[in-house]
């Protein structure tokens, strides 16, 4: 099990940039295949990105494809998601999330942190 914190959410006008990090504590960070999620007021929690143990191969919804992108530092325990060309619709609580390999479903979760993007 890993502990999960997420940080640098933050007010931005459209067509800006964040960088959100998560930060994990524990010593199976490295073993673990982490994601981003968010969820909009009113909306169901959705998937947004994904990136796996070697961080090789990484998944992102299309609604942001092009726009935002998953990376991990295993050395410092963190996961980041690079948001760019940010738009209204990408408002809402952004969560990271990780399982390890052999689980069907993410078993840890951080508390999110806000986005808002003005238009």
């Known amino acids: 099990q890993v502990q999960l914190v997420e940080s640098g959410g933050g007010l931005v006008q459209a067509g800006g940039s964040l960088r959100l990090s998560c930060a994990a504590s524990?010593?199976?960070?490295?073993?673990?295949?982490m994601g981003w999620f968010r969820q909009a007021p009113g909306k169901e929690r959705e998937f947004v990105a994904r990136i796996p143990v070697n961080g090789i191969i990484t998944t992102v919804a299309d609604s942001v494809k092009g726009r935002f992108t998953i990376s991990r530092d295993n050395a410092k325990n963190t996961v980041y998601l690079q948001m760019n060309s940010l738009k209204p619709e990408d408002t809402g609580v952004y969560y990271c999330?990780?399982?390890?390999?052999?689980?069907?479903?993410?078993?840890?979760w951080g508390q999110g942190t806000q986005v808002t993007v003005s238009s």
């Open positions: 524990g010593r199976t960070f490295s073993t673990y295949i």
């Open positions: 999330a990780g399982k390890v390999a052999t689980s069907g479903q993410y078993n840890d």
